[in-house]
């Protein structure tokens, strides 16, 4: 069972910039960020295949978010530009040990793994 932390968060003025990570336990087959805020759905925001595969990022917050890897610290990091007040969230990772795709936030394994979660909150 894989288990994974986030860390990162804050606050940022919009314009601004933040990393997030994702700290997996151990070696893991696919990493996804997604969001959430107040009384919104939780939404998928970026994900990867781990060891340098495929990545995804929703048309969302393309052209300000990537997603990288540390294969060594088993990490995934979004790095998140050009903030807006709505990107304001509660930013969750998601990892799997076996399967799952990018282009499906992971979902389609079998077995997935939420984080805690990391505040994000961006103000004008």
């Known amino acids: 069972q894989v288990q994974v932390v986030e860390s990162g968060g804050g606050s940022v003025q919009a314009g601004g910039s933040l990393i997030v990570s994702c700290a997996a336990s151990v070696s893991t087959d696919c990493v996804a960020w997604f969001r959430q805020a107040p009384e919104k759905e939780r939404e998928g925001v970026a994900a990867v295949y781990s060891g340098g595969g495929a990545s995804y990022v929703a048309d969302s917050v393309k052209g300000r978010f990537t997603i990288s890897e540390d294969v060594v610290k088993k990490t995934v990091y979004l790095v998140m530009n050009s903030l807006q007040p709505e990107d304001t969230a509660m930013y969750y990772c998601?990892?799997?040990?076996?399967?799952?795709?990018?282009?499906?936030?992971?979902?389609?394994?079998?077995?997935?793994?939420w984080g805690q979660g990391t505040q994000v909150t961006v103000s004008s």
């Open positions: 998601l990892a799997t040990k076996v399967g799952g795709s990018p282009h499906r936030f992971c979902q389609t394994a079998l077995s997935k793994t």
